[in-house]
């Protein structure tokens, strides 16, 4: 006579089989790192406090061609603090919206998935109450967003 197996020990190992594949399959296919409206905000968060170095740190690689860190600090600490007499700005960030392609400068590279806002900067400055309006532009670089400015002009 044959014995009949046992199926409890074959259906949990099952079970633990596809409760891991499941997990697995949720890591990699979730978005990993911060929602571009976070970066966005934290961007403009350290500009807002004079943090240059820090905001330098969320451009996107294509950014940090056209101002290395150092010379972007003393721009921005220049004309920014210097000229305008500034101590910090308000901001208010619009909605983000999806870019279905984004070219960053003429003749330059293109990107896909790319979301924008548009962002409004206000100062108290010595030339009086100032608004500067940008649209704000992130894409994915290594699994994170990153900041972009349009230079397709």
């Not at 596809?18 to 409206?37: A, H, I, K, N, Q």
């Not at 979301?115 to 109450?129: H, I, L, N, P, T």
């Not at 100032?130 to 992130?138: A, E, F, K, R, W």
Request: aromatic share 14%; glycine share 8%.
């Amino acid at each position: 006579m044959r014995r009949r197996k046992n199926p409890i020990p074959l259906l949990l190992i099952g079970m633990v089989g596809v409760t891991l594949l499941f997990l697995f399959v949720s890591v990699l296919g979730s978005d990993r790192g911060e929602p571009p409206e976070q970066v966005i905000e934290a961007f403009y968060t350290y500009e807002q406090n004079g943090d240059f170095g820090n905001s330098w740190e969320l451009f996107h690689s294509e950014m940090k061609k056209k101002f290395g860190k150092s010379t972007y600090i003393q721009t921005k600490n220049h004309v920014f603090l210097g000229h305008m007499g500034v101590d910090t700005f308000k901001v208010k960030v619009g909605e983000v919206e999806e870019v279905k392609k984004f070219t960053f400068s003429k003749g330059g590279l293109a990107f896909k998935d790319v979301r924008s806002a548009q962002v409004e900067m206000m100062y108290d400055s010595q030339f009086g109450k100032l608004t500067i309006t940008q649209i704000c532009y992130v894409t994915r670089e290594k699994d994170e967003w990153k900041i972009l400015w349009n230079y397709n002009f």
